[in-house]
């Protein structure tokens, strides 16, 4: 619905209509009703109000809203796709921040083959930007569940990561260049298609995983690969996640950077998956299992029994019991399946306690089995979902409730825990946020955990850029 001309949340006189000026009144939303998606996280764990949904169409007009809200104090919250899962992109409950919705920056600008480079502008979806490339015979890496509907805005602001970071890295990795409206509404434009550029501090660096704290993020320039033209893939059982570790060594000896993604699943997922999910087509359930992408440029004929011979000589050494490999592009499709379901599975069991934690790789064995007994003493018969990226030490560690036990009272006692898994987390030198960011979620946490200097130059950063505070308040700190 479009902007109504009410004042809604006693908000500053007049701004629906100074804002409807600057991007036209369909784009400004003051209904409720209207409103509502863009007010409630993904899984539904936070709801927030506001004065408004502005959706500007480009960076100018970004930049004017910025700058309005600026000269009149109040704050701003960016969203793009609304999938985020710490509550990053929702507005607090007070009523007193817009909500800018970066959606309709959907343009690819710019297609550079010869530079291995794309400029895209912050509400691409990360879909839309993968076909882009494609239709240069290029790959853009990244890769999440959300692909559909996640959009690069958010990627970038939480410096996104997904299954294949162990070959590709994190979006810090596959970013070039950025535009980026500042706290003021002036625009830094700081889109190059540079490998080396050593002319002072990489300002983009900023911006990459704050959340929308320091600035509106409007476009990037991103980093393309050739396209594999050849895969293969694989379901291992393993005995346990020690093994787990000692096969992703062999195959990165074995195989090289040609492991493209590596990721560890527990039993418990898979009951989860068959049982919300009964044409997932999941293997014979074992307590622990890997699965496996390898990728080559070339039409290589020797990668499928590369896969084969690494997989016997690690059955031969006890680190796999058994093993799957693909025949087709649809049985990898449909192993995939299992991994990227992940959170709707657990969505639809109800409500867990998530943690998306990472730690060396090295220590991942010791973080489970420490992490299980410290949490099946505090609460008998919890229910611990495990998986994750282990190629590159992040995992998913979620608790449900025992069977039976009122979800309330499962609730009351999450801060309890958050603290057994933080604490082990951070003795073992890992960090409590791996790739979902702080939000509203970790805000508090972080304080307990993150060294006392760190935060002192994240806020210094944050008063420099931002000094009246009102880039998406209350998030990250």
Not at 38 to 56: E, I, S, W
Not at 322 to 349: F, G, M, P
Request: net charge negative; with cysteine.
């Amino acid at each position: 619905m479009a902007m109504t001309g009410t004042e809604p949340g006693g908000g500053v006189s007049g701004l629906p209509t100074r804002l409807a000026a600057l991007v036209g009144s369909d784009h400004v939303l003051t209904d409720p009703a209207a409103m509502s998606p863009y007010l409630t996280d993904y899984r539904g764990n936070y709801v927030g109000r506001a004065l408004a949904v502005v959706k500007p169409a480009n960076t100018q007009e970004v930049a004017a809203v910025v700058k309005l809200c600026s000269e009149t104090g109040v704050p701003i919250v960016p969203q793009g796709g609304n999938t985020g899962l710490s509550g990053g992109a929702t507005p607090l409950p007070d009523g007193l921040s817009i909500l800018v919705s970066l959606s309709r920056l959907d343009r690819i600008r710019a297609l550079d083959a010869a530079n291995d480079t794309l400029c895209v502008e912050a509400g691409c979806t990360l879909a839309a930007v993968q076909e882009a490339a494609a239709t240069a015979g290029r790959l853009f890496p990244l890769s999440l569940a959300s692909g559909g509907s996640c959009e690069i805005g958010g990627n970038l602001s939480t410096n996104a990561g997904g299954v294949h970071v162990l070959r590709y890295g994190n979006m810090r990795e596959l970013t070039l260049g950025l535009e980026v409206v500042l706290p003021d509404g002036r625009v830094w434009n700081g889109l190059r298609g540079l490998r080396k550029d050593n002319t002072g501090y990489d300002l983009k660096q900023l911006f990459i995983g704050a959340e929308g704290t320091l600035g509106i993020i409007t476009a990037a320039v991103l980093k393309l690969f050739p396209a594999p033209n050849a895969r293969a893939t694989a379901w291992a059982d393993v005995p346990d996640p020690t093994a787990a570790v000692a096969l992703l060594a062999r195959f990165r000896a074995a195989c090289g950077d040609r492991v493209s993604a590596f990721e560890l699943v527990g039993r418990q997922l898979l009951e989860l998956a068959s049982r919300h999910m009964p044409h997932s087509h999941a293997p014979a359930p074992s307590n622990w299992s890997v699965l496996v992408d390898l990728t080559e440029f070339s039409a290589d004929a020797s990668l499928l029994p590369l896969l084969e011979q690494t997989l016997e000589a690690a059955i031969g050494a006890g680190e796999a019991s058994d093993a799957v490999i693909a025949a087709s592009q649809s049985q990898a499709d449909a192993l995939w399946a299992l991994r990227e379901n992940a959170n709707e599975a657990q969505k639809r069991e109800g409500f867990s306690i998530k943690h998306d934690i990472s730690v060396p790789v090295s220590s991942i064995p010791e973080f489970i089995a420490r992490a299980d007994d410290a949490l099946r003493a505090w609460q008998p018969g919890v229910r611990i979902i495990v998986f994750g990226h282990i190629g590159d030490g992040n995992l998913h560690y979620n608790l449900f409730p025992p069977p039976g036990e009122d979800e309330a009272t499962f609730i009351a006692r999450v801060d309890e825990a958050n603290r057994i898994v933080y604490e082990l987390v951070v003795a073992l030198g890992g960090s409590i946020s791996a790739e979902h960011g702080l939000g509203q979620l970790k805000r508090e946490a972080i304080v307990r955990y993150k060294d006392a200097l760190e935060l002192e130059l994240m806020r210094t950063i944050k008063h420099a850029l931002d000094p009246h505070g009102l880039m998406n308040p209350g998030k990250v700190l």
